[in-house]
């Protein structure tokens, strides 16, 4: 049971490259989420998902898209990045019984 | 949209004191109040969590305070020891699960 998966650790972009995060979960939990991380601000959140198929913009969602394919999976897209998305990146995820959210390990984004 | 607020942001306390963590919210149907710590290069990961029909919960050296009425919940450290330095974050959550976090404390226990 490997919990909540995100992949890369680190990632270096140029201005206007394109890059998915991905994140996977292992315990069929409903509900996914991303969030940023970013020095005094603690965690925002960009999008999250109830389940498959369905998907909504949190706090700040401009410059990220996302989509829920599957249970499992909840990939974070960056269309064209900007050195304003240097952060770090938080996956989640919660089932519907249980409030407790488990989060990915997270990924390290620098845009230049 | 919902606002938490947290402090202090940096907290110094000798070994063995104890150390208090203060958050404020904004959305009276808040109904869930988690706290989790983050170490270094690490996760965040859950350390005690309250519901909002308690008062107050205790786990350990770790408790948690709710006051609905004044829209504040609390987090309590005693007998710090100095694997309790992290940075701790409150959080609270309306609906659709969507946690909202404060901006985090820095707690530090000098041994």
């Known amino acids: 049971n490997a919990g909540v998966t995100q992949t890369p650790k680190f990632q270096v972009l140029k201005t206007g490259q394109s890059m998915t995060l991905q994140c996977a979960q292992d315990?069929?939990?409903?509900?996914m989420s991303w969030y940023r991380q970013d020095p005094g601000m603690g965690l925002r959140l960009i999008h999250y998902?109830?389940?498959?198929?369905?998907?909504d913009q949190g706090e700040v969602p401009n410059g990220y898209n996302v989509s829920r394919s599957t249970t499992e999976d909840f990939p974070l897209r960056l269309l064209s990045a900007a050195p304003s998305q240097t952060s770090v990146y938080f996956c989640?995820?919660?089932?519907?019984?249980?409030?407790?959210?488990?989060f990915g390990q997270g990924t390290r984004l620098t845009v230049v | 949209g919902e606002n938490v607020e947290q402090h202090p942001s940096t907290l110094s306390v000798q070994e063995g004191d104890s150390a208090v963590i203060k958050c404020t919210y904004s959305?009276?149907?808040?109904?869930?109040f988690p706290w989790y710590k983050q170490e270094l290069g690490k996760r965040p990961q859950l350390i005690i969590d309250?519901?909002?029909?308690?008062g107050e919960k205790k786990d350990q050296r770790i408790a948690v305070t709710l006051n609905k009425t004044a829209k504040h919940f609390s987090l309590h450290i005693t007998e710090t020891q100095p694997e309790d330095s992290a940075v701790y974050f409150c959080a609270d959550q309306t609906g659709a699960n969507n946690l909202f976090f404060g901006t985090g404390t820095r707690l530090t226990v000098i041994p």
């Open positions: 989640a995820s919660t089932s519907a019984q249980n409030t407790e959210a488990f």
């Open positions: 998902s109830v389940g498959a198929g369905i998907t």
């Open positions: 315990m069929n939990h409903e509900y």
């Open positions: 959305d009276s149907a808040s109904n869930y």
């Open positions: 309250i519901r909002s029909n308690v």
